[in-house]
């Protein structure tokens, strides 16, 4: 009786002791998780549908998941097969030991091992050499595991942490390599695989090794049908499954997106479609074949309804080194083409200069020393505003920039989170930025079209779900929006199987870059396809190279539900009113619209008055029919005058342009400048 009582003494004052020695070890050598929370990068869709994903800092394949999303059927048998008294031991079976023992003993070899899951996993988050003192350290890592965390925390470790060959760890990625499908379901074949292969991984990848794989794979499967885990009918069958010859690639769908979004976040859930970006890829790379050999292509679909962007492709092929694959043309600066006349136009109708109806002359001009002309050489005429960009005349264009200021054009694009840049520093907002002479990102134009397409309001771009995002500006007026939507719906080559669709082509200067924008009621598109160096695409144009493209990209998206826009039309701020628009539209012109005995006498054109400030300037005309009109530099001065004696009052020194306009609507303009007589 002393001797139990003694016994138990000492079992308690060692229990004691040993769990003492344990605390202490336990808090100057705490567990080392640095090897799971460096799981690989991930890019998750709008579904949660894994898109991309980077290697960890040691470079490897880790890709994380929770336990619940893995097959049960796995985790059952990982545990018949490792460690049928995983839920029993606390990190060590010393029953097991005793077994392992005697077995190696009698069989004279080694002949079966007594590591735990638990044991494997303290190995796992900490890789030692095979010594004594390093199974003495897993022993104790082992404790502090079942001390620490729960069974189902430590199976985690273990499913993420575990060896496949190469630099493949964890079974999420080896199910994504292997079989290409996430392990939440799996044959029994597939789970037989995964329980075999980290047994000697190197020895038994199956895209190295497949003999010794199946070899493998079958020898467990035999094992759970001789334990009666595995009836007849199901063993048969997955003896017959072949062994999987390749490693797939993982997903790779936005490599030019994902290390601009790259960040501390482990898990990046973006607001892209799988199902589209991964269409949008495939058209991009079969368009490579219609483009010139170096060329290149990018675009970019967004939901303005819900402010997201669905698809971004920045390059046909990301490894194609001839044609700057790796370059992501979505962000690069490149020649807008025309497609910033409508911005012009919209501008121009917020200021209330024009309205759609509003006749221009389209014919040569010169606005100092600059004199464009039309992409196609040719004068047209008189048209009105909505014909004119339709068209996309340059001319009109130029003169509505003129008249709208360019510095005021600059100072919109700036207002709503847009940089545009020009060739040097020294150079400063001019007229030929209607016609591309300035340099923007495809995703600025994105933003701009957008706009059109919600009213006026221009949203931030952002590609990461729940992203704070700044509330939207108004970069026109909603009236303006609208109209500039209508013209470009009018476009002659704006339908698409009998959807209506707003469009608008660009091709910049030397035919370097063809560019295609368009919305219909839910997604903006962009589309640009152009030279990454030096250049051109054959005189091929945005119409006959990016449009192509476009129409496939409106086929490869949902069918428009023709619901009213989710994202809110904010009130217009007080700041932000609505200015009078002239009851009768502008005549925009320097010249005669035709022949007319309707003619200004006095002042002459480009004439140089010398007067006095403060004098008052004659204006002097015949023919036209009454009532008359004057306009100073294209703001009405008299209305409604029926006689043919008119003045005006100039302010300041400069040049004034004097339009008159007659009841019919004809006009006669004359330009001159007025200086003081000291």
């Known amino acids: 009786m002393k001797f139990l009582k003694k016994f138990f003494l000492i079992l308690i004052f060692l229990s004691i002791t040993s769990f003492t020695i344990f605390r202490i070890l336990d808090t100057y050598f705490p567990l080392n998780l640095n090897r799971f929370e460096d799981h ?88 030692r050499p095979r010594t004594y003192p390093s199974k003495l350290i897993e022993v104790f890592r082992s404790f502090q595991l079942e001390y620490h965390c729960s069974k189902k925390e430590i199976l985690k470790f273990y499913v993420n942490l575990v060896p496949f060959g190469g630099n493949l760890e964890g079974v999420r990625t080896a199910s994504l ?61 997955a003896i017959q499954d072949k062994i999987p010859s ?36 495939h058209l991009l790379k079969e368009t490579s074949q219609n483009i010139p050999k170096i060329a290149n292509a990018c675009a970019i679909i967004h939901n303005h309804q819900k402010n997201e962007i669905v698809a971004y492709v920045g390059s046909t092929d990301f490894f194609n080194k001839d044609r700057l694959g790796q370059n992501d043309f979505c962000q690069a600066i490149r020649s807008p083409g025309s497609t910033l006349k409508p911005l012009i136009f919209g501008l121009a109708f917020d200021e209330g200069l024009i309205e759609p109806e509003t006749l221009f002359r389209d014919e040569r001009k010169h606005f100092g020393a600059y004199a464009p002309h039309n992409f196609d050489r040719a004068y047209h005429g008189i048209m009105s505003a909505s014909e004119t960009l339709q068209l996309s005349l340059n001319i009109p264009s130029v003169e509505l920039l003129n008249l709208l200021g360019p510095i005021r054009f600059y ?39 957008s706009t059109f397409a919600t009213e ?35 476009n002659p080559f704006s339908f698409l199987n009998n959807q209506k669709i707003a469009l608008k082509t660009g091709t910049s200067y030397g035919y370097r870059d063809a ?66 628009l002239l ?72 040049f004034y342009t004097l339009t008159l306009q007659d009841k019919n609507g004809d006009y006669n303009s004359v330009t001159i400048e007025i200086r003081w007589n000291q």
Not at 247 to 268: G, V
Request: charged letters at 25%; aromatic letters at 10%.
């Open 40 to 127: 690989s990068l991930l890019f998750e869709d709008i579904n949660g549908k894994l898109i991309h994903c980077l290697k960890t800092n040691d470079d490897q394949w880790r890709i994380p998941i929770d336990i619940n999303k893995i097959d049960p059927n796995y985790l059952k048998y990982l545990i018949e097969k490792e460690d049928k008294n995983f839920y029993t031991h606390y990190g060590v079976d010393f029953k097991a030991i005793i077994r392992a023992i005697f077995q190696n003993i009698t069989k004279g070899k080694i002949f079966s091992g007594a590591s735990t899951l638990t044991m494997q996993t303290a190995r796992l988050l900490e890789p």
């Open 177 to 237: 390599a292997y079989f290409k499908k996430e392990p939440d379901r799996l044959l029994m074949s597939e789970i037989a695989l995964l329980i075999s292969i980290p047994q000697s991984p190197t020895r038994l990848r199956p895209d190295r090794y497949p003999n010794q794989a199946l070899q493998k794979r079958n020898q467990t499967l035999a094992a759970f049908h001789q334990k009666k885990f595995l009836d007849e009918k199901t063993y048969l069958a």
């Open 246 to 281: 390749k490693r797939h690639i993982f997903p790779n769908l936005i490599p030019h997106l994902a290390y601009s979004l790259h960040d501390e976040t482990k898990i990046i859930k973006t607001t892209l479609n799988k199902q589209i970006q991964e269409k949008l890829i």
């Open 411 to 449: 100072a919109a694009l700036k207002s709503i989170g847009i940089n545009p840049e020009f060739q040097s520093k020294d150079v400063k907002p001019n007229l030929s930025m209607a016609l591309g002479g300035v340099g923007l990102k495809l995703v600025d134009l994105v933003k701009i079209f």
């Open 456 to 490: 006026g309001q221009a949203f931030d771009i952002h590609y990461v779900q729940n992203q704070t995002v700044a509330a939207p500006k108004f970069l026109l007026y909603p009236s303006s929006a609208i109209k500039v939507k209508e013209i470009l719906e009018k």
């Open 515 to 580: 560019l295609a924008l368009a919305f219909n009621d839910q997604y903006t598109i962009g589309v640009w396809v152009g030279m990454p160096k030096e250049g051109s695409l054959n005189e091929k144009t945005g119409f006959e190279l990016a449009v192509p493209i476009l129409r496939q990209v409106f086929d490869i998206l949902p069918k428009s539900n023709n619901h009213s826009s989710n994202v809110s039309i904010n009130e217009i701020p007080n700041s932000f009113k609505l200015k009078p």
């Open 583 to 654: 009851k009768q539209h502008v005549l925009v012109s320097k010249k005669e619209v035709i022949a007319t005995k309707f003619e200004m006498s006095f002042p002459q054109k480009d004439s140089l008055l010398m007067i006095r400030k403060g004098d008052i300037v004659p204006i002097r005309f015949k023919g036209g029919q009454k009532p008359y009109r004057l306009y100073v530099n294209n703001s009405l001065e008299h209305i409604d005058v029926f006689q043919k004696k008119l003045t005006f009052l100039p302010k300041d020194e400069g």
